[in-house]
């Protein structure tokens, strides 16, 4: 079964950190790019970060640049998006994504979280 699931949300403070985990299960596929994007109340989704993994590129929306970090550790098939200094603005359902292709059958396809909520106070 492919399928991804976030957790790490929760409530916290303006100013505080927080850690989010992405655990992947994707078969026979292989990641080419994922991304953290989160969607806050009365707002479309929106993309936070993305990594990619043939260029090893990482794109930041322009309101988190130097506060929140995507990575991955390969061994354990999980992503992260480390979280700092989070603002109120931050809060929003966030949701991961990978772009994943399977090799002997030349295939891609698209996976999204369940999402995990994430709420900061002032």
């Known amino acids: 079964q492919v399928q991804l699931v976030e957790s790490g949300g929760g409530l916290v403070q303006a100013g505080d950190s927080l850690r989010l985990s992405c655990a992947a299960s994707i078969s026979t596929f292989s990641i080419n790019a994922m991304g953290w994007y989160r969607q806050a109340p009365g707002k479309q989704r929106e993309l936070v970060a993305t990594l990619t993994s043939g260029g090893r590129s990482t794109n930041y929306a322009d309101s988190v640049k130097g506060r929140f970090t995507i990575s991955t550790d390969n061994a354990k098939n999980t992503m992260y998006l480390q979280m700092n200094s989070l603002k109120p603005d931050d809060t929003a359902v966030y949701y991961c994504?990978?772009?994943?292709?399977?090799?002997?059958?030349?295939?891609?396809?698209?996976?999204w979280g369940q999402g995990t909520l994430v709420t900061v106070s002032s």
């Open positions: 994504n990978a772009y994943l292709w399977e090799q002997v059958r030349d295939r891609y396809l698209e996976v």
